[in-house]
């Protein structure tokens, strides 16, 4: 009994399989244009509707499952605004819609090579979102660049990405060198004392990139870095590396790379009481998860974002720098983003740099009045525009990010605050934050 | 802080976190110890036991010291549950089938765990003294995790020591079908064996949290999984206590080289220490390659 049922589910799934099998080349009409009569209205020309087909390895599995699934969520929201609220992008007779294909990369490297291979020569993908993380991100640049297909990183900062020549990798996000140099403007700018820097960071991709680009800025500013040094990925107690940097005495600490590993290094400073005036960590304190795991402990603890829930990107913002504005306002992305993600959840910057990396896309092809990869290629040197997310341009040379600029947020009262710079700023910032015995008091870094 | 000062503070946090690790290893001993099985899904039970401490403190505010009697519970019946579901016709199997359907029940927890939990990095905050050694602190919650390991391995021992069931579980191990002669059930053995070993990991999910309370993920569990790995073949692979003792050695190596590593210039100490973690391992192999405790069986 039980193995005829067992063969009969056998049949059943391997049916199911040769069905989808079947059905994908008709699900994904890369080139033909789909007829919609319906849309159009009688006295115009009927403008032929083409979909073109934005291909994206997303982590929604793995340790990046969480960026993955919010980058998911941003972009739905853009594709939406673009084909239903924008009305796909108009170009001379035609309408091009945007239709995003999309496969889980279980947040595994090496998955990332034959999954873009599949996005481009089998889903015919006329172009590519980067998967999450620098690292993910560099594995698949080879791929789409030998093939000619623009390949748009919306979660992958590391500069190095950009220095290995090639010709059709662009970024929507600011480099990783710049993620702590806001910060260390900051305390320069509050305390001219503060003057010792320790830089504490986990050994990867991004997070070297980043304090590399620190390292310089610090020095440019003249403060004195006293420790730099990194842990491993995934560490289990940072109590020997934090009691070294301990002994520096630094004024400020910056550090991080991750999630569980930002959490880590708050928590274990926190119980060795290593007290600083101002600490700034990568990722892991722009998440509301963050202040929800160390309550307190949170409290004056900075992190650079790319973008912020309040940060002041608006059509006036635009034309004030004389730069177009395209795509929703924040506050229909807001809306958008409730509508795929549910209504209690809020966007982190992961969703908006991925919504406005296929926003890109779309004003590109507009300016380029073309789908050719070439021509959406050149016409993006010359972009300069606005989206909710900041500002879009990029260097002609690299295709690295140069227009978008980063904010510093800081939990404050249990909310998180933009605090610099003073033009995006939400708070003060509260400079020197309180010690941790202060914090287990009950202290808030609430400025007056 | 001087040398001396930083390397007597990593030895005592070496101590600490190795209690863990012999702790989070004795389960995946006592599995292959007593089943002949690998379970590559160890990490997904462990992440289990790190959950239902952070839920008991966050719902209820049980404090995470009786969240270890707790998980001990879930994890016996998950133990039960997985056994008569999955492993029990695995029993004898090729090891490829054991090692594929325990890699499946693991990654079928995790992605269960992140449907219902989410992928939120998550944390608890419980307030506990602390004593200060100087420029660095060690929290009570750590000393208690170090309590709870050495208590929950001695009750083991004992256990497996004094009481008839405990006596079975070795006869079995000794010799299957003498053990069956005299009328053990061989097959409730296996049960009680295997939910045993998960109850252990689950418990140690927890003690985990108490070394460290954030970062809580459907997916921590792989880190422990590898280096549970190590110190189980350390400790002899069928030994629990080799396991046990293996684990203290791993935790003072990882952290306690980070000191003396630190002395050459210009290298990362941090990112050696697994390097003479797992080298030290190598050697130890070489010169027994039984591990530390091997042929010692329970």
């Not at chain 1, 959490?263 to 998860?289: C, D, G, R, W, Y």
């Not at chain 1, 004056?300 to 720098?321: F, M, R, T, V």
């Not at chain 2, 070489?286 to 329970?298: H, S």
Request: proline share 5%; hydrophobic share 45%.
């Amino acid at each position: 009994m039980r193995w005829i049922l067992l063969l009969s589910i056998l049949v059943v799934a391997l049916f199911a399989g040769c069905a989808q099998q079947a059905e994908k080349p008709k699900a994904t009409p890369a080139e033909t244009p789909a007829e919609t009569p319906a849309q159009t209205p009688a006295e115009k020309p009927k403008p032929e509707v083409v979909t073109v087909v934005i291909g994206a390895p997303l982590s929604l599995s793995g340790k990046y499952a969480k960026e993955g699934q919010m980058s998911l969520w941003g972009v739905k929201a853009a594709e939406k605004w673009i084909n239903e609220i924008y009305g796909g992008i108009k170009v001379g007779n035609k309408v091009y819609k945007i239709e995003v294909k999309y496969y889980d990369d279980e947040s595994k490297k090496e998955n990332i090579p034959s999954l873009v291979e599949r996005l481009i020569t089998s889903d015919k993908a006329n172009f590519l979102l980067a998967p999450y993380s620098s690292g993910l991100t560099l594995a698949g640049a080879p791929i789409a660049d030998k093939y000619g297909v623009i390949y748009m990183s919306h979660g992958g900062a590391s500069d190095r990405i950009f220095e290995q020549g090639y010709q059709y990798v662009v970024q929507t996000l600011s480099p990783a060198s710049k993620y702590q140099t806001a910060f260390l403007d900051m305390v320069k700018e509050l305390d001219p004392d503060a003057k010792k820097v320790a830089m504490i960071y986990e050994d990867n991709e991004f997070a070297k990139a980043v304090f590399a680009g620190a390292r310089e800025h610090a020095e440019k500013l003249g403060l004195e870095v006293v420790f730099d040094k990194t842990y491993p990925k995934n560490p289990t107690d940072l109590t020997p590396i934090l009691s070294e940097m301990a002994a520096k005495e630094p004024d400020v600490v910056i550090g991080g790379g991750h999630f569980a590993d930002g959490q880590l290094l708050a928590q274990q400073m926190a119980e060795l009481k290593i007290n600083v005036k101002a600490i700034s960590i990568l990722v892991a304190p722009a998440l509301p998860s963050f202040y929800e795991a160390l309550g307190t402990k949170a409290e004056g603890i900075a992190a650079p974002a790319q973008w912020e829930i309040g940060a002041a990107y608006s059509p006036d913002a635009a034309k004030e720098l004389g730069i177009d504005w395209f795509g929703p306002t924040q506050d229909e992305f807001l809306k958008l983003f409730k509508q795929f993600a549910g209504s209690d959840k809020q966007p982190s910057y992961h969703a908006a740099e991925a919504a406005a990396a296929i926003l890109a896309y779309a004003k590109a092809i507009e300016k380029a009045e073309s789908i050719d990869s070439d021509a959406v290629r050149n016409a993006m040197n010359d972009l300069d525009f606005m989206t909710f997310f900041g500002r879009w341009k990029i260097d002609p040379e690299t295709g690295k990010q140069i227009g978008h600029d980063m904010v510093v947020i800081q939990w404050q009262g249990g909310e998180k605050k933009i605090i610099w710079p003073p033009s995006a700023a939400t708070s003060k910032p509260y400079y020197p934050i309180p010690t941790w015995e202060e914090k287990d008091q009950g202290k808030l870094a609430v400025p007056e | 802080m001087g040398f001396w000062e930083q390397l007597a503070s990593n030895l005592v946090f070496g101590i600490l976190l190795g209690s863990v690790y012999g702790l989070a290893t004795m389960g995946l001993s006592l599995i292959f110890g007593v089943l002949r099985i690998v379970n590559v899904g160890h990490g997904a039970f462990l992440m289990i036991g790190a959950y239902a401490a952070f839920w008991l403190f966050t719902l209820f505010g049980l404090s995470p010291i009786a969240s270890i009697f707790m998980a001990l519970a879930v994890g016996l019946a998950l133990g039960f549950i997985t056994f008569y579901s999955v492993i029990k016709r695995l029993i004898g199997a090729p090891e490829l089938s054991t090692l594929l359907a325990t890699f499946g029940i693991g990654l079928f927890i995790e992605e269960l765990a992140k449907l219902v939990w989410g992928p939120d990095y998550r944390g608890y905050s419980w307030d506990t003294p602390y004593i200060s050694l100087g420029i660095s602190a060690i929290s009570f919650s750590k000393i208690y995790a170090l309590l709870a390991s050495i208590v929950i391995a001695f009750l083991l021992f004992m256990w497996f020591k004094k009481t008839k069931l405990g006596m079975a579980v070795r006869a079995v191990v000794e010799d299957k079908e003498g053990a069956m002669v005299c009328g053990i059930d061989v097959t409730r053995i296996y049960a009680l064996s295997f939910a045993l070993g998960i109850a252990l990991t689950v418990a140690s999910g927890v003690l985990i949290t108490l070394f460290v309370p954030v970062g809580i993920n459907p997916y921590m569990g792989g880190e422990y999984t590898l280096k549970a790995f190590v110190i189980a073949v350390l400790g002899g692979l069928t030994s629990p206590w080799g396991a046990f003792y293996a684990g203290f050695i791993f935790g003072l190596l990882e952290n306690g080289s980070y000191t003396l590593l630190g002395l050459i210039p210009d290298v990362e100490p941090f990112s050696l220490t697994r390097f003479i973690a797992f080298t030290t391992l190598l050697i130890i192999l070489l010169i027994k390659p039984t591990g530390l405790l091997g042929g010692e069986e329970m």
